[in-house]
């Protein structure tokens, strides 16, 4: 027998092989997957509490005896709300446990959605709709940073995607689903169905998520001595694409049902199955999306930009042919499904010492442009008629391709070191404590 040397080799024999290293678990277990699912559920959650009064738009004026325009308008209230929640949120939680701040971010979007479930006149839907923002801003402007956490390294752009994925899942399933039981059961049952389910999810969240303290800053960026400012040119020129391709997105997307009726002129039934098309091929875009930005997040979403600027380019110039109008919706479902993740991997590769916050301020950033997108998109419908409309959109689409083709971009395959390791989910040290 040959004694062993520390190093695993054996005393006697050369070899020009390095000393191997124990082996690592690389993969992402069971209960993890299942943990960022219920992170997945609560984005879904969210979003279908935002979006509910579009399906039950009629029935809630009509309860609420109120105009249809008061009823829309509380969206755009939670928009705003959750426009200044999600960046703010990260700036003030220190080293709070963040399972527990996202259980309790659940626990306000039940409270927003029970009182939305017991109002009897506008005001009372309005500050229903502000309690639910702000539920709904803390619970998106952290879930990809705590999905991105809960797995191994090499399954951290999937995690991201799968919690972005409830945000598309919302639109598809949520909102019809919502929709269904507000016309059997009352419009009044469907918001109560959804404090109900958000206060399992926040249960879920509490006892299934690890300890999530201050994340420990890596890579380069944590040597510095100081915090540094989000105000970094990646980052700026992520948000102006964001800003540009969201506005023209919901300018757009806001008023489809009557570009479709008055274009193609297709039915109401058809209309439907369209926009479940868009849906379906939206969460194949948030995939696919995810897995090339994680390598490559300003390529893969400056292919997303050019592909809403060509389907919108389509739909203005061919809408009235119901197979091109067919064509330009799926496309534009694939592409759009997969921006708000790949610009999500994009901030997270441009600021990998603060994901957190720049979560937080992408979100906030997203979420105003969807309210601006809608608000734009009305006065251009109503002064210069649809397809200026899509031609506006598609021009605009194509701007934040321009600004993301010249403006600087983060640097290439950092997403998975943007993030600590389940490993690293503990408390930062005394070394970080200003972070």
């Avoid at 024999?13 to 191997?20: D, K």
């Avoid at 400056?302 to 067919?326: D, E, R, S, Y």
């Amino acid at each position: 027998m040959f004694p062993l040397l520390e190093g695993g080799g054996v005393k006697g024999m050369s070899s020009s092989a390095p000393p191997r290293e124990p082996a690592r678990d690389e993969r992402t277990s069971l209960p993890q997957w299942l943990a960022v699912g219920a992170v997945t559920v609560a984005t879904f959650l969210v979003v279908t509490s935002e979006m509910l009064p579009v399906g039950v738009l009629t029935s809630m004026a009509t309860g609420l005896g109120i105009s249809s325009g008061a009823t829309g308008a509380s969206l755009t209230i939670t928009g705003v709300v959750s426009a200044v929640t999600a960046p703010v949120v990260p700036r003030l939680l220190g080293d709070l446990d963040r399972r527990a701040v996202l259980a309790a971010a659940m626990v306000v979007l039940a409270i927003g959605n029970g009182l939305t479930a017991i109002a009897a006149a506008f005001e009372m839907l309005a500050v229903s709709r502000v309690v639910l923002g702000i539920g709904m801003g803390a619970v998106w402007g952290m879930a990809s940073a705590v999905a991105a956490r809960l797995v191994k390294p090499r399954d951290v752009a999937l995690a991201v995607s799968l919690a972005v994925s409830g945000v598309a899942a919302a639109s598809v399933l949520g909102v019809p689903l919502g929709t269904f039981v507000g016309n059997v059961l009352g419009w009044r049952a469907a918001f109560a169905a959804l404090a109900v389910l958000a206060l399992i999810v926040a249960a879920a969240l509490r006892f299934g998520l690890p300890v999530l303290r201050r994340p420990v800053a890596v890579g380069p960026e944590a040597d510095a001595g100081a915090r540094r400012s989000l105000a970094r040119p990646a980052v700026i020129s992520g948000l102006v694409v964001v800003v540009l391709l969201v506005t023209a997105h919901f300018a757009a997307y806001t008023y489809v049902r009557p570009v479709l009726e008055e274009l193609p002129r297709m039915s109401a039934n058809t209309i439907a199955l369209l926009l479940l098309l868009y849906g379906t091929f939206g969460l194949i875009g948030n995939f696919a999306a995810g897995a090339a930005a994680g390598r490559r997040p300003r390529p893969t979403v400056l292919l997303l930009a050019a592909g809403v600027a060509v389907a919108l380019t389509i739909l203005a110039t061919f809408g009235t042919n119901a197979l091109a109008a067919g064509i330009a919706i799926a496309l534009w479902g694939v592409a759009y499904g997969g921006i708000s993740v790949g610009v999500q991997l994009w901030m997270a590769a441009a600021a990998p010492d603060r994901v957190e916050h720049v979560t937080g301020l992408y979100v906030g950033v997203f979420t105003a442009s969807i309210a601006l997108g809608a608000f734009v998109g009305g006065l251009i419908l109503e002064n210069v008629g649809i397809v200026t409309l899509l031609r506006s959109t598609a021009a605009l689409s194509l701007a934040s391709l321009v600004i993301g083709l010249t403006g600087p971009g983060p640097q290439r395959a950092r997403v998975a070191e943007a993030v600590p390791t389940p490993g690293d989910s503990r408390t930062a040290g005394p070394e970080h404590a200003s972070r």
